[in-house]
């Protein structure tokens, strides 16, 4: 494939089950999988979730919790427990009911 031919990627099915696991996903997409994955359960009355975003050097944490911040489904998060991954995973519950607005 030369330079100026791109790659077209087939869309990932992801699992909505509560558990969004950030390891695999390009911290770019971030920031529309989020609240796409919040929307997605909320249509499937899934209000309380679990974000992995690791532990590192607290990049991707911050963008996850600054995201979950402006949205207006989210009613509470924080960080989980030790046994529920620690500050490599935050918890999140989110408002039932219709689709809001994303933005705060």
């Known amino acids: 494939m030369g330079p100026a031919q791109e790659l077209e990627l087939e869309p990932v099915e992801v699992p909505i089950d509560g558990v969004l696991d950030l390891h695999t ?45 402006r949205d207006s489904r989210v009613l509470r998060y924080g960080l989980a427990g030790p046994d529920a991954g620690g500050w490599g995973a935050t918890l999140v519950t989110i408002a039932p009911g219709g689709d809001l607005t994303p933005s705060r």
């Open 25 to 69: 996903y390009r911290p770019g997409d971030v920031g529309v999988l989020v609240p796409e994955y919040l929307r997605a359960c909320r249509e499937r009355g899934i209000l309380h979730l679990r974000i992995i975003h690791g532990k590192g050097r607290g990049a991707l944490r911050k963008t996850v919790h600054a995201l979950l911040e």
